[in-house]
C-alpha cells in the first residue's frame, strides 16, 4: 500500500462550514493511513469514551493527568484500527459480515430486554451515536477480529509441555484453601459469666453422651442460628475469627470444642464437614492455563502483525494544521 498519497491530501486538508460569508475550521486531520485520514473529532471522540471510563476510577487532577498521558495511545491505536481494516478490505474478509452484525444487535437487543430495534436506537441516540454509525463500527470490529484471528490467534501454538510447565510453576495459584462447614450453640451470660459458663458445661456433657447438637442448640441457643440447629454455615479456614480457628484446630468431624469464651458469654462449636485443601488437577484447570499462555503469547504476536502492516504502509502525521 505504501505510495505517494500526498497529492489526495489536496481533496481534504481542511473539512470547512459556511458561516454567513465566511467559511470556519470544525476539524482538522492529525494523520493521514495510506488512502485515509483520521480526524481531531475521530481522537476527541475516542477520549470522551476513555474519560467517561477513567471517571469511574480517577477524579480532578488525576483524571486529568490519566486523560493527558492515554491521548498518544488513543491515536495509535485508531491508526492500528485503520490499518487491521484496510488489511482486511483487502483480503475480502467481509463475506457474511452483514448478517453477523445483525445477528450480534439482535442478541443485545434480547440480552439487555430492548422492546426492538427501535429502542435500542434511541439507547445509542443517547450516548451520541445513531444505529447506522454502530452497526458500521460492529461491522469493522468484526473483520478487524476475524484478520486478527486468521494471522495472529491461529499462529499460536500452545505445547503440552509448556502448559504442564506453567501448572508446575503456578501451583498455588490453582490450590483450594481448607474448608470447615460449623454449628454453634452460644450461651448468653445475662451478666453472669459463671452462670452461662456452667450452662455452657452440662450442654457440653450432654453433647458427649450422645444428645443431638441440633436439637440442643434449638432449646438453648441464644445466638441467631438456633432455629437453624446452630449451623452457620461454610468457611475458608484461613478467614475465620482466629479464635475459633484455634478453638477447632485438630477437631475431627463431629467433635466439639469445649465452651468458648466470647463478649457476651460462651460458645460451643462442632466441625460438621471438613474439606482438606488441594490443588485442582490439571485437567481440570487445563483450558485456563491455555488462555493464560495465549494471552501473554498474543500482545507481542500482534504487534509484530502491527509492525509489519506499518512498515508496508503509508502513515504521514500533522503536528498542526490551523
Do not use: W
Amino acid at each position: 500500500m505504501k505510495g505517494n498519497f500526498m497529492k489526495r491530501l489536496m481533496l481534504a486538508v481542511f473539512l470547512l462550514t459556511a458561516c454567513g460569508a465566511e467559511a470556519k475550521i470544525v476539524d482538522r486531520i492529525l494523520v493521514q493511513v495510506n488512502d485515509e485520514i483520521i480526524t481531531l473529532s475521530e481522537l476527541n471522540r475516542e477520549m470522551e469514551l476513555l474519560r467517561r471510563e477513567l471517571a469511574t476510577k480517577y477524579t480532578g487532577e488525576q483524571l486529568e493527568a490519566a486523560m493527558q498521558n492515554a491521548e498518544k495511545q488513543v491515536l495509535e491505536n485508531l491508526i492500528n484500527e485503520k490499518l487491521l481494516y484496510q488489511k482486511a478490505v483487502e483480503l475480502g474478509f467481509s463475506a457474511n459480515v452483514e448478517s453477523r452484525v445483525s445477528a450480534y444487535i439482535q442478541q443485545i437487543i434480547k440480552e439487555n430486554g430492548f422492546k426492538d430495534t427501535e429502542e435500542l436506537s434511541e439507547v445509542l441516540e443517547q450516548q451520541g451515536i445513531t444505529l447506522r454509525e454502530y452497526r458500521e463500527q460492529l461491522r469493522k470490529r468484526i473483520m478487524r477480529d476475524d484478520l486478527v484471528n486468521e494471522f495472529v490467534g491461529s499462529r499460536i501454538t500452545l505445547l503440552t509441555p509448556e502448559i504442564e510447565k506453567y501448572y508446575k510453576d503456578h501451583a498455588a495459584e490453582f490450590a483450594i484453601p481448607e474448608e470447615v462447614t460449623l454449628s454453634e450453640i452460644i450461651i448468653s451470660s445475662y451478666g453472669d459469666d459463671s452462670a452461662a459458663e456452667s450452662r455452657a458445661l452440662d450442654i457440653l456433657d450432654r453433647i458427649q453422651k450422645g444428645e443431638a447438637f441440633a436439637a440442643l442448640a434449638a432449646q438453648y441457643s441464644s445466638g441467631p442460628t438456633a432455629n437453624k440447629g446452630g449451623s452457620i454455615g461454610t468457611y475458608i479456614v484461613a478467614k475465620l475469627n482466629p479464635d475459633i480457628a484455634q478453638a477447632i484446630a485438630g477437631l475431627k468431624e463431629g467433635e466439639v470444642t469445649k465452651p468458648q469464651k466470647i463478649k457476651n458469654g460462651y460458645a460451643i462449636y462442632r466441625v460438621d464437614k471438613r474439606k482438606p485443601s488441594y490443588i485442582k488437577p490439571l485437567e481440570e484447570v487445563k483450558d485456563e492455563i491455555k488462555n493464560r499462555l495465549y494471552e501473554r503469547k498474543f500482545a507481542p504476536e500482534l504487534q509484530r502483525y502491527l509492525n509489519q502492516l506499518r512498515e508496508d504502509a503509508y502513515i504521514q502525521y500533522f503536528d498542526e494544521i490551523k
